[in-house]
């Protein structure tokens, strides 16, 4: 099968735990053997090694790419860890009754407010792997490339957070992609006028331009 990837923009973004977990579970190509994790500072590289032997050490197996970035996530009611804060209660001290008089609030307003006063959310810092950009950012090399486009599909459909699309040849056919926050959506292809070839049609030429001495 003689596979190619043209064209691919990603936006996608999971925690770095789930990326780990993902690669954990899923099951890849029969062209790639193993995936290598690798962290460079703020990069994430995935390397795909060829489960055939025909591929030389020395040639670079596709691999993708992603930029750690922290959010910060927020712990609700059920315990869980979101990336929306609470709601904010309203403290105040108007609404109830008060048997002072004047404009002072009573001792018992006073800590009727204090009762009412916002609780303490908790909170921390999460890494986020961010495989965001065209192709030569995202999806790199050529060997093995489409096995490991097939392995990033995989992997926008169990993120919640992004877009993939792509235009991929498969065996000679045209092929479009389009993955939303998890789920395949439809996409089609669309043959246009290169605005190259129409720039270049519109384009004064000025070495045969009457009106240039």
């Known amino acids: 099968m003689n596979s190619r990837v043209f064209r691919l923009h990603s936006t996608l973004e999971l925690p770095l735990d789930d990326v780990h977990e993902f690669f954990e ?9 193993d995936i290598e994790i690798t962290r460079r500072n703020n990069t994430l590289i995935v390397k795909a090694v060829s489960a055939e032997d025909n591929i030389s050490k020395y040639t670079p197996t596709a691999q993708l790419k992603a930029n750690i970035a922290e959010n910060r996530v927020y712990e609700n009611e059920d315990g869980e860890w ?78 919640e957070r992004g877009e993939l699309t792509a235009i991929a040849a498969v065996d000679d056919t045209l092929e479009a992609h389009r993955i939303v926050e998890g789920e395949d959506r439809a996409a089609t292809i669309e043959i246009v006028e290169d605005p190259r070839e129409r720039e270049a049609e519109n384009t004064v030429q000025w070495r045969d331009n009457k009106f240039i001495n």
């Open 25 to 33: 579970e899923t099951d890849l190509p029969v062209e790639i053997e």
């Open 82 to 159: 979101v990336e929306e804060p609470p709601e904010e209660a309203q403290p105040g001290f108007g609404g109830g009754s008060s048997s002072s008089s004047g404009d002072s609030p009573s001792w018992g307003s006073l800590a009727q407010a204090e009762e009412e006063e916002e609780p303490e959310i908790n909170s921390k810092l999460r890494e986020y792997a961010c495989f965001k950009g065209d192709r030569e950012t995202v999806l790199q090399n050529t060997a093995l490339q489409y096995p490991m486009f097939e392995v990033l599909c995989d992997l926008a459909r169990y993120a």
